[in-house]
């Protein structure tokens, strides 16, 4: 038999995607061949008022709706299901919807609460949308590679069968880039997925799909990876909230990909969430499983929310440090603004300490991770690419052909650079630990700065394309630290004006630089993340409470979401 063309066979996934949303019942409604640059109002205009209703609530209020009976399984999976077809017309965001599977389980958690009076568990009912390449059992698994198209599934991925056992439905599965190393998504087998709120930019990337679909809100809570900023980039650029954690927290395996078993950098899975209530349900409920029993390189720590991990809870200042720049690629504007509109809110908190954090060695650090990111040279990649014989896609050649720093290592060359990687690891320890005001009994360093507070990228979401600045990301997964994201703002071009007669620092400040237009950016969500020690990231999620309230103190996580309701609060503007 001959051997399929990748075009071909671009053309059955296509066509399988396609043949999956159409048994969704009542059928998706058709769009315009003309659509608005903002995508973000057309759901409502084309959907029922209910579906609307649903779909528009946070997770953390839908899991209480359907753990009281307010609501049942099939009418939020319904709905969801139709959003979410709605959204891959609109932002070509999903690889398959799985409305058969999702309305079967949907019945059994309606008719399991009828009899027994209770849900099944925290997450019992809720749809959960998953990132193609996160494993579902005799579900395809090609990791946007067309030659991988025809794999499948062993078995589910561990996190999936834990958010199962809580009592999800599995209704949607979403988009990523060929290789899955771009920080936008696009592929050979789907094509390009464009952001909701202003389709000449990027969703995002690697977990793109998730964040475009999120962004139209055809799901509340979705499971996505994350190595040099997959989580973050689309939850930034599509306002969401977003949550890389450290390493070995959230079971990974089960998940397809190249170069697996490397652990030079590891990449982690993480939530995205229209709701940050929505990213702690997540971790708790992961974490409440004790993921380690089934996969023992999970570290054998619980999701600690149950005291108040903030400095004010023992009368001490909440200190956060402000990275304005990396030095190696200003941030446009936009961001600029976003830093500075919160920081002023900030510094009117008396609780609350401002510092300025100074980067060290960023540039280093891109070494350093632009290395190891592919010690076999990328040979997995070019393998997998180039067996289907599909084009080369602009992302890929950059990260790959492009990078001067791709070379296939030697075990020695493998132990120098984990070696660099480490001192590196100490010297930024040494930088936060020289942030202390005094010391403990031991002699170790306390009263160091709790949180940074940074950009998420050098700008809000490039067009299409043009997403070849990975520092204000990767940055952090060199380093293993947790980072959360959080939507503040929109681009808004009679504020954020082009910088005139900058000079930039080289040449990718150069190129970044140019690429801002304040109209092209017109609306795009403006982001910003904190980033907190290795494995200290519920006290990264806790901040986020906290820097989101702007005229009070608030001393314990649990009392967040209240005191944020009665507040003036992020985000800055509403995003649908």
Not at 3 to 31: H, L, M, T, Y
Not at 182 to 208: A, F, M, Q
Not at 509 to 532: C, M, T, W
């Amino acid at each position: 038999m001959a051997k399929r063309n990748w075009r071909e066979v671009a053309k059955a996934a296509q066509d399988f995607r396609d043949d999956s949303i159409k048994g969704v019942e009542p059928p998706v409604p058709e769009i315009s061949l003309y659509l608005p640059r903002n995508l973000t109002s057309i759901p409502r205009e084309l959907l029922a008022q209910d579906e609307v209703l649903i779909t528009e609530t946070s997770p953390e209020e839908l899991v209480k709706s359907l753990a009281s009976g307010k609501l049942n399984s099939t009418t939020v999976v319904n709905a969801f299901l139709r959003r979410a077809g709605l959204a891959q017309k609109l932002t070509n965001c999903i690889t398959e919807l799985l409305p058969e599977e999702a309305l079967s389980r949907a019945k059994y958690l309606d008719d399991y609460f009828n009899e027994h009076k209770r849900p099944v568990g925290p997450f019992h009912g809720l749809p959960i949308s998953v990132k193609e390449h996160i494993g579902m059992e005799g579900k395809g698994l090609n990791a946007g590679f067309v030659s991988w198209w025809n794999r499948k599934g062993a078995d589910d991925a561990n996190v999936l069968k834990i958010l199962w056992r809580a009592g999800c439905v599995f209704y949607a599965r979403t988009t990523e880039p060929q290789t899955l190393m771009h920080i936008e998504t696009s592929n050979n087998l789907y094509g390009v997925t464009v952001n909701p709120c202003n389709r000449d930019l990027t969703s995002g990337g690697s977990s793109g799909g998730e964040g475009a679909l999120l962004g139209l809100r055809g799901s509340c809570l979705g499971v996505g990876s994350d190595i040099g900023g997959s989580i973050r980039s689309p939850s930034a650029n599509c306002g969401l909230y977003g949550l890389r954690p450290s390493s070995y927290r959230v079971p990974t395996n089960g998940s397809s990909g190249t170069m697996l078993p490397e652990e030079h950098i590891v990449g982690v899975i993480g939530p995205l969430s229209t709701s940050l209530e929505g990213i702690k349900l997540f971790m708790k409920t992961v974490l409440s499983a004790k993921p380690w029993l089934i996969e023992p390189s999970c570290v054998t720590i619980p999701w600690r929310d149950q005291d108040s991990q903030l400095p004010i809870a023992h009368g001490q200042k909440l200190r956060i440090a402000v990275l304005w720049s990396d030095e190696i690629v200003k941030p446009h504007p936009p961001i600029i603004r976003a830093l500075n509109e919160v920081v002023a809110k900030l510094q009117n908190i008396p609780d609350v300490e401002i510092l300025t954090w100074e980067p060290y060695k960023h540039d280093e650090a891109w070494e350093i991770i632009a290395t190891i990111y592919f010690a076999d040279g990328a040979k997995e990649e070019i393998d997998a690419i180039e067996a289907s014989g599909e084009p080369w896609l602009p992302l890929s050649k950059f990260i790959i052909q492009e990078n001067p720093h791709v070379k296939r290592l030697s075990i020695e060359e493998v132990w120098y650079w984990t070696s660099r990687r480490e001192q590196y690891r100490r010297a930024y320890a040494k930088v936060w630990n020289d942030t202390a005001t005094g010391t403990g009994l031991n002699g170790e360093p306390e009263g160091m700065v709790d949180v940074i507070l940074a950009p998420v990228g050098p700008g809000a979401a490039p067009p299409l394309d043009q997403s070849k600045y990975w520092g204000y990301t990767s940055q952090w997964n060199l380093l293993d630290y947790p980072a959360l994201v959080f939507p503040v703002s929109k681009v808004d071009p009679a504020i954020d004006k082009t910088e005139v007669g900058y000079a930039p620092m080289n040449e990718q400040d150069a190129f970044n630089h140019q690429l801002y237009k304040p109209e092209k950016y017109r609306g795009a969500p403006v982001s910003l993340q904190l980033i907190g020690r290795r494995y200290e990231d519920e006290k990264v999620s806790e901040h986020d409470s906290y820097v989101r309230a702007t005229a009070d103190r608030m001393l314990q996580v649990v009392e967040a979401m209240d005191y944020i309701k009665n507040s003036i609060g992020l985000p800055f503007v509403n995003f649908v």
